[in-house]
C-alpha cells in the first residue's frame, strides 16, 4: 500500500512540475506599468507556458539592481533609452532597441490651485505663485525626474523668463537628494508615486509623462514641442539645457542633455552571474512587445512607436527560436 501511496505522490509531483510555468522576470519603467500589463495579458494568452513577472520602477533603479546589487532580470525596458547604453552595455546587455516615445505635459485635478485659469502660456507664472506645490520624480533614479527639470529650463528660455528655473527648483546643476523645498517642491522616487498624492490634493502639479496622464485620466496642458521633448526636429534648442545625474560610480556623474523622448528594451544577459533565467521567455516577450500586437497596445495607451525600431549592438538573439 505504502508502494502505491508513493507511486502516487511522485506521478503527482512530476504532473505539477510538468504544467508549472515558466517566469519571464521583466524590470520596466514605472510609466510603462498600464501598457505592459495589458501587453502581460495578451503575451500570456498567446503563450500560456509563460508567467510575466513585471517589477516597475524608475529606470536608473531597474538597471541599478541589476549593476549594483545583482538582481536576475530577463528583460528591462526603461524610458530612457540611453540608461540601457550608460548602465548596462556592455557588461548586463548586448543590444539596445529604440521602440517607443513619448512626451512631457503638466498634469493637474480640478482640485489644484488656479485649475481654472492655468494654460500652456501662464503657468510658469502659476507654478511660481507661493501657494502653488508642484511634483516631480528623482532625476537621480527616473528619467521622468532629469527631463522635468529639463522641461523647467527650456520653459526658461522658451517663455524668456529669466531665473524661472532657480525660482522654482535651485538645485544648480544636480540634484541632491532631499535638498528640495518641501513647502514648493514633492519629490518621489518614480513619477507613478506621485499620482495618488496629486488626485489626494496633497499639491496642484505634476511634471508627467503624457501617457501617464492620459491613462490615470488626469487634466494636463500640452506644452509646445520646443519644450515637450516630443520631438527630434527641436533637438538642437532641447540641447540648450543640461543636468548632471549620478554615474555608475559613488561620486561620478553623467551630463544629460535635452533631447527627444526614447524608450529602449534590451534583454538582460551577457554576464554569467546576470544570465536570462528565461532566455526563450526573453526573447519572445522582447519580440512580442515590437509585434503589431504590442505596438498597437501601446498607441492605444497614448504613447508613439517607433517602426521599424531602432536597434544598436548585437540583437542577433532575437533571430533564435
Same mark, same amino acid.
Given at each position: 500500500?505504502?508502494?502505491?501511496?508513493?507511486?502516487?505522490l511522485?506521478?503527482?509531483?512530476?504532473?505539477?512540475m510538468?504544467?508549472?510555468?515558466?517566469?519571464?522576470?521583466?524590470?520596466?519603467?514605472?510609466?510603462?506599468?498600464?501598457?505592459?500589463?495589458?501587453?502581460?495579458?495578451?503575451?500570456?494568452?498567446?503563450?500560456?507556458?509563460?508567467?510575466?513577472?513585471?517589477?516597475?520602477?524608475?529606470?536608473?533603479?531597474?538597471?541599478?539592481?541589476?549593476?549594483?546589487?545583482?538582481?536576475?532580470?530577463?528583460?528591462?525596458?526603461?524610458?530612457a533609452?540611453k540608461?540601457?547604453?550608460?548602465?548596462l552595455?556592455?557588461?548586463?546587455?548586448?543590444?539596445?532597441?529604440q521602440?517607443?516615445?513619448?512626451?512631457?505635459?503638466?498634469?493637474?485635478t480640478?482640485?489644484?490651485?488656479?485649475a481654472?485659469?492655468?494654460?500652456?502660456?501662464?503657468?510658469p507664472e502659476?507654478?511660481l505663485?507661493?501657494?502653488?506645490k508642484?511634483?516631480?520624480?528623482?532625476?537621480?533614479?527616473d528619467?521622468?525626474?532629469?527631463?522635468?527639470?529639463?522641461?523647467?529650463k527650456?520653459a526658461?528660455?522658451?517663455?524668456?523668463?529669466?531665473?524661472?528655473?532657480?525660482?522654482?527648483?535651485?538645485?544648480?546643476?544636480?540634484?541632491?537628494?532631499?535638498?528640495?523645498?518641501r513647502?514648493?517642491?514633492?519629490?518621489?522616487?518614480?513619477?507613478?508615486?506621485?499620482?495618488?498624492?496629486l488626485?489626494?490634493?496633497a499639491?496642484?502639479y505634476?511634471?508627467?509623462?503624457?501617457?501617464?496622464? /492620459? %491613462?490615470? $485620466?488626469?487634466?494636463? !496642458?500640452?506644452? @509646445?514641442?520646443?519644450?515637450?521633448?516630443? &520631438?527630434?526636429k527641436?533637438? #538642437?534648442f532641447?540641447?540648450?539645457?543640461t543636468?548632471?545625474?549620478?554615474?555608475k560610480?559613488?561620486?561620478?556623474?553623467?551630463?544629460?542633455?535635452?533631447?527627444?523622448?526614447?524608450?529602449?528594451?534590451?534583454?538582460v544577459?551577457?554576464?554569467?552571474?546576470?544570465?536570462?533565467?528565461?532566455?526563450?521567455?526573453?526573447?519572445?516577450?522582447v519580440?512580442?512587445?515590437?509585434?503589431p500586437?504590442?505596438?498597437?497596445?501601446? /498607441? %492605444?495607451n $497614448?504613447?508613439?512607436? !517607433?517602426?521599424? @525600431?531602432?536597434?544598436?549592438?548585437?540583437? &542577433?538573439?532575437?533571430?533564435? #527560436?
Amino acid at each position: 500500500m505504502k508502494k502505491y501511496r508513493s507511486l502516487a505522490l511522485i506521478l503527482s509531483l512530476v504532473m505539477t512540475m510538468s504544467f508549472a510555468k515558466e517566469k519571464i522576470v521583466v524590470f520596466h519603467a514605472g510609466s510603462l506599468s498600464v501598457p505592459f500589463a495589458q501587453i502581460q495579458k495578451a503575451f500570456e494568452a498567446k503563450y500560456p507556458k509563460f508567467d510575466v513577472l513585471r517589477e516597475p520602477a524608475g529606470s536608473r533603479a531597474c538597471a541599478r539592481k541589476i549593476t549594483d546589487i545583482g538582481k536576475r532580470a530577463d528583460v528591462m525596458a526603461s524610458a530612457a533609452y540611453k540608461v540601457i547604453d550608460n548602465l548596462l552595455i556592455p557588461k548586463y546587455a548586448k543590444f539596445n532597441i529604440q521602440f517607443a516615445t513619448n512626451e512631457m505635459v503638466i498634469a493637474y485635478t480640478p482640485k489644484s490651485k488656479y485649475a481654472n485659469e492655468i494654460n500652456v502660456k501662464n503657468w510658469p507664472e502659476i507654478f511660481l505663485k507661493k501657494d502653488v506645490k508642484i511634483g516631480h520624480s528623482n532625476p537621480n533614479i527616473d528619467p521622468c525626474g532629469y527631463r522635468s527639470i529639463l522641461v523647467t529650463k527650456l520653459a526658461e528660455i522658451y517663455y524668456k523668463k529669466p531665473g524661472f528655473y532657480d525660482k522654482l527648483l535651485g538645485y544648480g546643476d544636480s540634484y541632491q537628494n532631499g535638498e528640495e523645498n518641501r513647502h514648493k517642491v514633492i519629490v518621489r522616487p518614480k513619477e507613478t508615486d506621485l499620482l495618488g498624492l496629486l488626485e489626494a490634493g496633497a499639491y496642484d502639479y505634476l511634471y508627467i509623462y503624457k501617457s501617464v496622464a /492620459k %491613462q490615470h $485620466g488626469l487634466k494636463y !496642458i500640452v506644452l @509646445p514641442p520646443q519644450v515637450s521633448l516630443k &520631438s527630434k526636429k527641436y533637438s #538642437k534648442f532641447y540641447k540648450q539645457a543640461t543636468f548632471k545625474i549620478t554615474g555608475k560610480k559613488p561620486g561620478s556623474w553623467i551630463i544629460k542633455k535635452g533631447s527627444a523622448m526614447v524608450y529602449g528594451i534590451t534583454i538582460v544577459q551577457n554576464s554569467e552571474k546576470n544570465l536570462p533565467r528565461n532566455k526563450i521567455g526573453a526573447i519572445k516577450f522582447v519580440n512580442f512587445v515590437l509585434s503589431p500586437k504590442g505596438q498597437a497596445i501601446m /498607441k %492605444q495607451n $497614448g504613447q508613439g512607436v !517607433i517602426n521599424p @525600431p531602432i536597434i544598436t549592438g548585437d540583437a &542577433s538573439i532575437l533571430n533564435k #527560436k
